[in-house]
């Protein structure tokens, strides 16, 4: 079954860095975008980035524009989030997730990970 | 502020039916598919809904989504104390080239 572990969260510094990474597995990853979703803590959920399954086509929410970079790598089944110039508005539980269709997908995620906490804290 | 709207609560009696909506535009629910998940409290969202109204593997039939126009709905019947949760519904936006989400509906089962 679909199977995706996110790792690399911690406590930051404003302006700090962070490198989070999903390992994924049970499915055709190089088939599939891969997404990058946040929720701080008691808030909704917001779309953080979308790498495609080409791995050259990336997008990004305008929050985090210019300081996150969203990358995988389908050798090794990874995905991986590039975090610079942290806020403190970025504190969120970080969640990779699996688009619902293949290739050129348009839809919401199907799968999710469980989380890895991030920090941004003086 | 979420992109898609849901109302903040809902409540109902055990073996009642609610119905929650998800309120968009024709960028995103107007023009794409909707999502629902069933979010517990310190948890990843679990998929009950994809492609509008096709239940996920294991979820039981007295969940079912629809969508007319701009707006989705999930309505839960029979309603157990094992529905308490945050339902949160999601589609993709045209113009962010990503998917959206509605802040979610915590509902109570009295």
């Known amino acids: 079954q679909v199977q995706l572990v996110e790792s690399g969260g911690g406590v930051a510094q404003p302006g700090g860095s962070l490198r989070l990474s999903c390992d994924v597995s049970?499915?055709?990853?190089?088939?599939?975008?891969m997404y990058w979703v946040r929720q701080a803590p008691g808030q909704g959920l917001e779309w953080v980035a979308v790498v495609w399954y080409d791995g050259i086509r990336k997008f990004y929410a305008d929050s985090v524009k210019g300081r996150f970079t969203v990358s995988r790598d389908n050798d090794n089944t990874k995905v991986y989030l590039e975090m610079k110039s942290l806020r403190v508005e970025d504190t969120a539980v970080y969640y990779c997730?699996?688009?619902?269709?293949?290739?050129?997908?348009?839809?919401?995620?199907?799968?999710w990970g469980q989380g890895t906490l991030v920090t941004v804290s003086s | 502020q979420s992109v898609l709207t849901q109302p903040p609560s809902m409540s109902g009696a055990p073996g009642q039916e609610i119905t929650i909506s998800c309120s968009g535009s024709?960028?995103?629910?107007?023009?794409?598919?909707v999502y629902w998940y069933k979010q517990l409290p310190g948890t990843a969202p679990t998929l009950l809904i994809y492609?509008?109204?096709q239940r996920a593997s294991g979820v039981p039939d007295r969940f079912s989504g629809s969508k007319s126009g701009t707006s989705a709905f999930l309505a839960i019947s029979g309603l157990r104390s094992d529905d308490e949760a945050d339902y949160l519904c999601?589609?993709?936006?045209?113009?962010?080239?990503?998917?959206?989400f509605g802040g979610g509906t915590k509902v109570t089962v009295l």
């Open positions: 999601s589609s993709w936006d045209d113009k962010l080239s990503g998917p959206v």
């Open positions: 492609r509008n109204n």
């Open positions: 049970g499915f055709t990853f190089r088939n599939f975008g």
């Open positions: 024709s960028s995103t629910i107007g023009d794409n598919f």
């Open positions: 997730a699996k688009p619902g269709c293949s290739h050129d997908c348009y839809q919401p995620p199907d799968s």
